[in-house]
Structures are given as structure tokens and as C-alpha cells.
């Protein structure tokens, strides 16, 4: 069964570094999604991508965070600096199209200390 | 005002009896997706089940089948037979139509089900 793949699963830092989390969505999927999930809450969507285009950036930190998709398949989300506040899961999901259902990978759950 | 509303911060039930885990909405679009998605301890979001706004019937998957009330808002899911791997946290989220956004999910806080032996 074809699945959303994500990497790192976990990633410890110390705040001001960098890091990066990597998404390959389903085979196929043309919509890609970030999303942050603060323990104890539900997903918030950071960034949505159709093919290679961002379609949906609007909670996204543009200082701290970047995002692209650069042939329209697998995706890289970056955090630099890294702040206390960003330690959370980052979750990755695919779709269809942007009115399929979503699904979601494994997750990356970062620290930042 | 919050989109999604889960109002059950916690679940118990017994092994083999049904639950009934509440989520209502808000949404002044008259497309709209709902849908509810289970998140074990290891943290990956399955997708259990959805409910379009047009659709006639409640929708069924397996034991799985959700309570679309469309007047009241809410699009409760009710789980049969509970069996122990469903203890996990479980989110109601909403899609609201192409006028509204791009097809992003807005979830509620979920509810944590605990299924006793």
C-alpha cells in the first residue's frame, strides 16, 4: 500500500541551528501539505503545495521558515533559526487534488533545547 | 470562533461496547468536507472516515460510521465492537469548499479514547 514518507522521525537541536525535514508524498499525489502539530493539539497548516506551486503559505513563519517542491514530487521544509517555540510534529500529508482525502506520513517530531 | 469542536477531552469504554465521540462545526459554505482521522501513540494520522456535505447517507466504513446531523452541525463518530488498538487520540477536521480555501484541513483539539480489557 503506497504511503507518505518522511524523514527524519525524530530530530533533537539547539536553538539557532538549522534543520531540515524531507516529505515523498503517494506516487501520483499533485497536493502536498505541512503541517505543525503543538503536543496536545491538533495539525495547523503551515504550507500547501499544488505540483510545485505554493498554493496556501499564509501561517507560515517566512523568516524563520522556507518550504519547496522543486520538481513538483518531494519536498523539503527548513526552519532556520530554530526556536524553542518550533519544538513540535511535523507532519506531511498528500492528496489527489485539493478535494481528495489527505494522508498523512509518520510524522518528524522535533526538540529544539 | 472555533471551526471545529471537540468538547471530549477524554473517552473510557469497555472492550466490545460502542463510543461515540462528538464533533461539531462551523462553516457558512455550503461545501464542505468532514472527516475524522485517528492518531496513535507513534503519531501518524490515519484516515478513518468522511462525510461530504451533500452526501444523503451517513457514511460506513467497517465499524467505523459517522452521525451527520447537517441542521445541528455536528458529525459525531461512532465506533462499534471498541477493541484495545483503538485507544489512540481521534480528530474531527473540516474541508471547506474551493471558495473558502484550498482544501486545507482545519482540525479540532481531539478526544482521547482509552478502550479498558
Known amino acids: 500500500e503506497a504511503e507518505v514518507a518522511q524523514s527524519p522521525r525524530y530530530k533533537i537541536t539547539e536553538k539557532s541551528q538549522a534543520v531540515a525535514f524531507w516529505c515523498d508524498p503517494i506516487?501520483?499525489?499533485?497536493?502536498l501539505y505541512w503541517y505543525r502539530q503543538i503536543l496536545g493539539q491538533g495539525p495547523e497548516l503551515l504550507v500547501q503545495?499544488?505540483?510545485?506551486?505554493?498554493?496556501?503559505d499564509s501561517q507560515l513563519p517566512k523568516d524563520r521558515f522556507s518550504a519547496e517542491r522543486l520538481k513538483g514530487v518531494d519536498s523539503t521544509l527548513k526552519i532556520q533559526p530554530a526556536e524553542l517555540g518550533d519544538s513540535a510534529m511535523y507532519l506531511c500529508?498528500?492528496?489527489?487534488?485539493?478535494?481528495?482525502?489527505?494522508?498523512f506520513g509518520p510524522g518528524t517530531r522535533l526538540l529544539v533545547l | 470562533a472555533q471551526k471545529i469542536t471537540q468538547t471530549q477531552p477524554g473517552m473510557f469504554v469497555q472492550e466490545k461496547e460502542a463510543v461515540t465521540l462528538d464533533c461539531t462545526y462551523d462553516?457558512?459554505?455550503?461545501?464542505?468536507?468532514l472527516f475524522w482521522y485517528k492518531q496513535p501513540s507513534s503519531g501518524e494520522m490515519i484516515f478513518l472516515i468522511y462525510?461530504?456535505?451533500?452526501?444523503?447517507q451517513n457514511a460506513t466504513e467497517g465499524r467505523y460510521s459517522l452521525n451527520f446531523q447537517k441542521a445541528r452541525k455536528s458529525a459525531n463518530l461512532v465506533i462499534s465492537a471498541s477493541q484495545l488498538g483503538d485507544s489512540a487520540m481521534y480528530f474531527c477536521?473540516?474541508?471547506?469548499?474551493?471558495?473558502?480555501?484550498?482544501?486545507?484541513?482545519?482540525f479540532g483539539q481531539g478526544t482521547i479514547l482509552t478502550v479498558h480489557p
Open positions: 500529508a498528500s492528496s489527489l487534488g485539493t478535494q481528495e482525502t489527505q494522508y
Open positions: 506516487s501520483g499525489h499533485a497536493t
Open positions: 503545495f499544488q505540483d510545485e506551486s505554493v498554493v496556501d
Open positions: 462553516t457558512s459554505d455550503p461545501s464542505y468536507g
Open positions: 462525510q461530504g456535505s451533500y452526501d444523503q
Open positions: 477536521a473540516m474541508r471547506e469548499g474551493l471558495s473558502t480555501s484550498y482544501g486545507k484541513l482545519t
